[in-house]
């Protein structure tokens, strides 16, 4: 059974640090891309980044670049997301999610077919 | 970047109805880049549809995905009790990689 469990969330203040770490089970971790999605109260969803399967490459949504950095460690099967300088439009609940990859025509394309739970980030003074 | 739209914002319906959700495109899109999801409050959301049409595994047949171009659409043919919660369609880019429409709340009526 595939499993995604989040951990690392809490309450910061402005300006601040928090890493937040997803432990993976039940399916072959370096065969897939990871992602952050997050959900700030009262909005939708945002996917925030994501990483290879061997870690080389690395994309995010604008605003996050620089201060967010997501990395993962294969041998512990754990995905992770350094927050630095931590805003209030930053607090929400955090998703680890797969990226599962299809195929057709030549052309790859990709969803989430796995969520975790999420841990809450609380960005507050 | 693509910004999807999603309407109405929210649906009262009854059990036993039908359901019929929008996304729209700002330009179009490959029905292989198109999923939706249902949310729950309190759960992670769910895979519902991917490739715009087909079925994610364990999906009951009453939700269906259709639409090309800019323009598609989640059909829940007959609405259980469980069914009412926000959906989200979803495309695959290039930057950013994914985004997210801005939700339908699907509520009892």
């Known amino acids: 059974e595939v499993q995604l469990v989040e951990s690392g969330g809490g309450l910061v203040q402005p300006g601040g640090s928090l890493r937040l770490s997803c432990a993976a089970s039940g399916f072959t971790f370096t065969s897939y891309w990871m992602s952050w999605v997050r959900r700030a109260p009262g909005k939708g969803l945002e996917w925030v980044a994501n990483?290879?399967?061997?870690?080389?490459?690395?994309y995010y949504v604008d605003s996050v670049r620089g201060r967010f950095t997501i990395s993962r460690d294969n041998a512990k099967n754990s995905l992770y997301l350094q927050m630095n300088g931590l805003r209030a439009e930053d607090t929400a609940v955090y998703y680890c999610a797969r990226d599962r990859a299809g195929y057709s025509s030549g052309w790859y394309f990709y969803y989430f077919d796995y969520w975790g739970q999420g841990t809450l980030v609380t960005v507050s003074s | 970047e693509i910004v999807l739209t999603q309407s109405p914002g929210t649906l009262s319906l009854s059990p036993g109805e039908r359901a019929t959700l929008s996304c729209r495109a700002s330009q179009n899109i490959s029905t292989i880049y198109l999923a939706w999801y249902q949310q729950k409050p309190g759960q992670a959301p769910r895979l519902l549809i991917y490739?715009?049409?087909s079925r994610a595994t364990g999906i009951p047949d009453r939700f269906s995905g259709s639409g090309s171009g800019t323009d598609f659409t989640l059909t829940i043919s007959r609405l259980e009790p469980e069914d009412f919660a926000v959906y989200y369609c979803?495309?695959?880019?290039?930057?950013?990689?994914?985004?997210f429409g801005q939700g339908t709340k699907l509520e009892i009526k």
């Open positions: 490739s715009a049409s």
């Open positions: 979803q495309q695959y880019g290039s930057s950013p990689r994914y985004t």
């Open positions: 990483i290879k399967q061997d870690g080389s490459d690395k």
